[in-house]
């Protein structure tokens, strides 16, 4: 099956958080298809047995020890913030 | 028809690091607003995750003094969803290779008695692995604010499988999961700071019938008694509403503790797609022997095995080791004081009820308290030898709580032993028989009772000092 | 004064500087200088700011003047790519969406660079986010190719490479996911060293793929790269996927390793699709290391020739669309104010604050990852990674370098591709697979086209031996005059 043909750009683009605007679409939709269908080739590697590759090296338990670095003071962790109040960050209400 | 109520629980634990679980910020509860932040906690541009080695220790005890399976390798992944507190919008999680595999929290349920101990059950794991915490939404009239101050601290997954089956079955879990985390040390499980969260999957099924129903899961138990009170609380919604003919909608639903009423949860938008995949920047983690060995070390003995000790080694009633065994630090307390000899109920007896109020009412911690183990040997064995009364004991031990002083010297001190000095014990009898001849004639005339009578004024000349059991010898010697 | 002061190689500066011939204040008076002269045609800044550097020119003279110089790298003034952090300086990822983000800490290479005396001068333009091989792909227009105006000057890191070849800066760092530093420094006729994963820190490069991406260095010369690589190289606990490696003196390596080398010819990168014109220069190159007294060995890397470039895409995206997703409105970054409610204002905030190849980019990502798909997709592109890293372990065993062009075609007009994504992502055809097997791999000019365009020769090396790498590009370097000669601007 050519999994091309089942990018289903309404469902990806609301996973990914990007509101398209129609032209985008129509663009995305010809430019993706391209481009998936070249990928299409890896179908002809045999990969039976083969370990993915995560990482360039394997390496394992990589960690520091529990020992308390400074962090920012919270006029530089806010500095960016597009809209806060009282060191808070201010976002549009969430309603669960 | 009755029905069977079938309950899984999946509990967050934050776990008792000084620094968060992918940076070395502190982490911490209560500290001003967005003050526990640094560029990886904010998720800035180039900010890269490093674990945290006291995080993986913590999850592996845990995972010890919960039977589980240590997996050999796992590994870290992004379950990637967005939302305000997640400053990534992917968290950091383990998705299909936990740290901990299998496992099971054994519980005891209430008895039919408070002296009376309960059925024992062992409720299986399913798995515990480790992921980050997001932060704090505050949900105004006009917006949300958000706290990163939480985001970042270390979270323990305990998932268990549905073999929960009652309200109680499940506040039992939660307690007996909670002390055995306490005493390891792997958190404080304080669920008023969120140390501690739990949510309920519940459904019912015809008794009998094996494959499970519709299941309904149940957010906000944000207390050991909502917990209880919201599981009974759907397991009756869910009965009504079969019972009336209805069929239970899967869904997501709030419990409102207060109200004590539940209401379904708008679900987030789209069906749920996280897109898990292995994390690029982190490394896998390998568990050896040797890493293993260290934290065994460091286990302690569960809970309900110390029980079964104190029942049987130290035949102790089932009302003392509830006393003793919930608190480590009591209970070694207890053993400490019983190797040094002494009948092992009444050592328990001094510690679960005279010491343990007297701390209460001084407000002081076992850390704190001047009486220790050999105090409270000493006590018990001053009885046990005759050389005290039991009452003396009492104030006794009310004077060596104060002062630390031990019970023998407070007893030669005080001139509290009991005389066996038969001379003295002699003449202290004839004073009383003297001073009470006619309890003394009835006595004589068969009346047993009016025997006490000489023996209280012995107690009292001696300032309670005569040995009871020598003078009632005497006297009926004297008397004879 | 300022004229014999550009184009110069940086050794050939810190050596000055060191001699006190020149100072650290007339060096970059001379850059930016130069700068204002041919910046406005070459586009290469994002933006500088000139005090800052200026006082710390001063305090490097200072340094200098009181004996307590830090190193060779001391007063010289380095380009950062606009993707890596400088405390207190714009980090925009030449994104409208971190248009206005001043970055409140540094990355790890900063601080080395400042740990070295080097000045952490400039914002240099990029593909937004690093996505792209033309630096048209910038919320802030495109850079131009210093030998051609009309041309691209290759990317992501064009700006890093234009900066350097069109004498506005000796030095400049920039970052290679699939090709990023060494494309471009081949279309601007310089050289480029893209290091082994794990050699330069990450902390502190907004991340396009976690897996791909490493800082690397853009350069005049390969004694230059050897001193830059030397400053910004080595391990850094706050990258877990930087290496426990030893930084051996890259410049004095350079001399030590005399050669003769056995070398690898990938037959495959040769192919159809590569300009006549830079075969043949490549040809001529490998016939000087031939007459050098290297053995020519021709190799085979089928699996990376014919495969790479659609892994590279699966994968690349794959880890972008979720690094990418960081970047919300929220925290930081640009928030639209036509956001109703909190599902809202992702959608609408990151539509109005990415470019149209980042948001293809995401797409295509976020599909191959979604659920279905994730199997046939992002799980074979890294089964098929791990081929091709085998693939490369196998010839190098016994070969010390591999051997090709850099890319393809020389730089190509502003516009050529931009309408064909794929087109594009082909032009990374030699430099990608150096990527998935995380392997340094370095560019140097190898010649011209007739119509005056730079070629770059692209040497492939063995996990952590750039010194090895180094030696072998000097040695071609030094008996060529390609990177004396530089663009009229
Ligand atoms: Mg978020
Ligand atoms: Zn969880």
């Known amino acids: 099956m050519r999994l091309n043909s089942d990018l289903n750009l309404d469902y990806v683009a609301n996973l990914a958080r990007l509101a398209l605007s129609g032209e985008e679409k129509a663009q995305f939709a010809g430019q993706l298809a391209d481009i998936l269908g070249y990928v299409e080739k890896l179908k002809q590697v045999d990969v039976t047995g083969v370990e993915p590759m995560a990482h360039a090296s394997p390496v394992y338990n990589v960690w520091e020890a529990d020992v308390v670095r400074p962090g920012l003071p919270v006029e530089v962790a806010l500095g960016n913030a597009p809209v806060q109040r009282h060191n808070l960050i201010v976002v549009p209400k969430v309603v669960e | 028809m009755n029905y069977e109520a079938v309950i899984g629980l999946e509990v967050h634990v934050q776990l008792k690091t000084a620094s968060k679980i992918f940076t070395r910020v502190a982490a911490g509860y209560g500290e001003p607003e967005n003050t526990l932040t640094d560029p990886v906690v904010l998720a800035l541009p180039g900010a890269l995750p490093v674990m945290n080695k006291v995080a993986l220790d913590l999850v592996i005890k845990a995972g010890l003094m919960l039977e589980c399976a240590i997996a050999p390798v796992c590994k870290w992944d992004r379950k990637n969803y967005f939302y305000p507190d997640s400053p990534k919008n992917y968290q950091i999680t383990q998705y299909d290779q936990p740290l901990c595999l299998g496992g ?107 494959q499970l129903g519709t299941k309904v899961e149940l957010k906000n138990l944000n207390s050991i008694s909502f917990v209880r009170d919201g599981i009974a609380h759907e397991i009756r919604r869910q009965h009504a509403v079969v019972t009336a003919g209805g069929t239970i909608v899967q869904e997501t639903r709030q419990y409102e503790g207060e109200a004590g009423t539940s209401a379904a949860l708008r679900s987030k938008e789209m069906a749920h797609d996280y897109r898990y995949f292995p994390d690029p920047d982190l490394m896998p983690v390998k568990v050896d022997e040797a890493w293993l060995a260290t934290i065994r070390a460091t286990v302690p003995e569960r809970m309900f095995d110390r029980q079964r000790r104190y029942l049987e080694e130290f035949q102790l009633p089932y009302t003392l080791t509830s006393v003793l065994v919930p608190q480590l630090a009591l209970g070694a307390f207890f053993e400490e004081a019983a190797a040094l000899g002494g009948k092992p109920q009444a050592v328990a007896n001094w510690i679960a ?34 050389v005290i009364s039991s009452n003396m004991a009492k104030e006794v031990f009310v004077e060596m709580f104060a002062t630390g002083e031990m019970p023998e010297a407070i007893v030669a001190r005080q001139g509290l032993a009991q005389s066996t000095d038969t001379g003295e014990l002699e003449q202290w009898v004839s004073e009383a028989i003297a001073g009470n001849a006619k309890a003394a004639a009835e006595f004589k005339a068969g009346n047993e009772k009016a025997l ?11 300032q309670g000092k005569a040995n009871p059991q020598q003078v009632d010898q005497i006297a009926r010697r004297q008397l004879a | 004064m300022a004229a014999d002061l550009i184009f110069q190689s940086a050794t050939r500066l810190a050596a000055r500087l060191g001699q006190g011939e020149i100072s650290s204040v007339e060096l970059l008076s001379a850059c930016l200088a130069r700068i204002k002269a041919v910046d406005g045609r070459v586009k290469a800044f994002n933006s500088y700011a000139e005090e800052g550097a200026l006082a710390l020119a001063q305090a490097s003279d200072q340094r200098r003047a009181a004996g307590q110089a830090r190193g060779p790298l001391d007063g010289l003034p380095v380009g950062l790519k606009d993707i890596i952090a400088v405390a207190g300086q714009p980090l925009t990822c030449s994104s409208k969406m971190l248009a206005d983000f001043v970055s409140p800490y540094d990355a790890t290479v900063s601080e080395k660079l400042k740990a070295a005396g080097a000045i952490p001068f ?18 802030f227009g495109p850079t131009s190719n210093p030998w051609d105006l009309t041309r691209v000057p290759g990317g992501s890191s064009g700006g890093s490479a234009a900066a350097v070849a069109a004498g506005e800066l000796p030095l400049t760092l920039g970052s290679d996911t699939g090709g990023s530093v060494r494309q471009p420094a081949a279309l601007c006729g310089i050289v480029g060293l893209k290091p082994t994963y794990g050699l330069v820190s990450r902390y502190g490069l907004a991340a396009f793929a976690s897996s791909l991406d490493q800082i690397g260095t853009l350069t005049h010369t390969v004694e230059d790269a050897a001193l830059l690589l030397r400053a910004i190289a080595g391990h850094d606990p706050r990258d877990s996927t930087s290496f426990q490696a030893e930084v051996p003196d890259y410049g004095a390596e350079l001399a030590r390793r005399k050669g003769p080398w056995r070398l690898g010819v990938p037959k495959e990168f ?38 790479a470039v659609a892994v590279y895409y699966l994968i690349a ?13 929220i925290r930081y970054g640009h928030r639209s104010t036509a956001a109703k409610d909190a599902i809202d204002i992702y959608a609408r905030s990151r539509a109005e604050g990415f470019g149209p190849e980042v948001k293809r980019r995401i797409i295509l990502g976020t599909h191959v990852l979604s659920s279905g798909y994730y199997d046939a997709y992002y799980l074979r592109a890294q089964k098929v990674r791990t081929l091709i890293r085998n693939e490369f372990t196998a010839v190098l065993r016994d070969c ?26 082909l032009t990374d055809i030699y430099t990608i697979s150096v990527n998935l097997a995380g392997l340094p791999g370095l560019s140097l000019p190898c010649g011209f086209t007739a119509g005056g365009l730079p070629i770059g020769l692209q040497l492939i090396g063995r996990p952590f031996d750039e010194a090895g790498l180094l030696a072998i590009a000097r040695h071609y370097e030094q008996a060529h005059d390609w990177h004396t000669r530089h663009p009229e601007l």
């Not at chain 2, 010491?355 to 009885?383: D, Y």
């Not at chain 2, 023996?455 to 000349?461: D, H, I």
């Not at chain 3, 995206?317 to 690094?323: D, K, P, V, Y």
Request: proline share 5%.
């Open chain 2, 452 to 462: 006490n009578a000489i023996k209280g004024a012995v107690m009292k000349a001696s």
């Open chain 3, 317 to 329: 995206t794959a880890e972008a669309s979720s690094n990418l997703a960081r970047y919300d409105g």
């Open chain 3, 400 to 425: 010390a370098a591999l051997l090709s062009p850099t890319s393809p075609v020389p730089a190509f007009k502003l516009g050529e591709k931009s309408a064909d994504p794929l087109a594009m992502y």
């Open chain 3, 270 to 307: 040769f192919g159809a699709g590569l300009d006549p014109e830079i075969r043949a220069a490549v040809r001529q190159a490998i016939e000087y290391y031939r007459q050098l007294g290297c053995e020519i060995k021709e190799v085979s890397l089928p699996l990376a020739a014919e495969y």
């Open chain 2, 353 to 386: 009820n005279d010491l343990q109020r007297e701390l209460a009412v001084a407000g002081v911690e076992l850390a704190g308290s001047k009486v220790q183990p050999r105090h409270i040997a000493g006590l018990v064995a001053l009885v046990e030898s005759g």
């Open chain 2, 104 to 210: 099971a929290v054994e519980i005891e349920l209430p008895g039919p008695a408070r002296n009376v101990m309960g059925e024992h059950k062992k409720i299986p794991l399913t798995r515990i692995h480790l992921e980050e915490d997001v932060g704090k939404l505050t949900h105004g009239v006009h917006d949300s604010l958000v706290d990163f101050n939480r985001a970042g601290t270390p979270l323990m997954e305990i998932v268990s499988e549905p073999a929960l089956h009652s309200a109680d079955e499940a506040f039992a879990f939660l307690t007996a999961l909670r002390l055995a985390l306490v005493q390891g040390g792997i958190s404080d499980c304080d669920m008023e700071k969120g140390q501690l969260r739990c949510d309920a999957n519940i459904s019912i099924r015809p008794a009998g019938q094996t």
């Open chain 3, 122 to 139: 400039g914002r240099l333009n990029l593909d937004e986010f690093a996505m792209g091989s033309s630096t048209e792909n910038s919320a």
